[in-house]
């Protein structure tokens, strides 16, 4: 438990509890980042798999 730790009010009756969560603040941020990332995978493999199935599909008299 941080010993810098003081509520806003300058009490400690209450300091216990609410430390115990001062490791988990950053973490919504983190999940957040986390999400962005992936959809931004997802994006990039759907584009890319996209552009293969267009390659792929056959061509009538070589040009369609």
């Known amino acids: 438990m941080p010993q810098s730790a003081k509520l806003a009010d300058g009490h400690d009756d209450a300091r216990p509890w609410q ?3 001062l490791g988990q603040t950053g973490q919504l941020e983190v999940a ?3 999400y962005v990332d992936a959809v931004g ?3 990039r493999c ?8 267009k390659k792929a599909r056959p061509k009538i008299l070589g040009i369609f």
Not at 46 to 53: G, L, N, P, Q, S
Request: no cysteine; charged share 25%.
């Open 46 to 53: 759907e584009a890319r798999d996209a552009a293969a199935v």
């Open 41 to 43: 995978i997802v994006g």
């Open 19 to 21: 430390t115990g969560f």
């Open 32 to 34: 957040n980042g986390r």
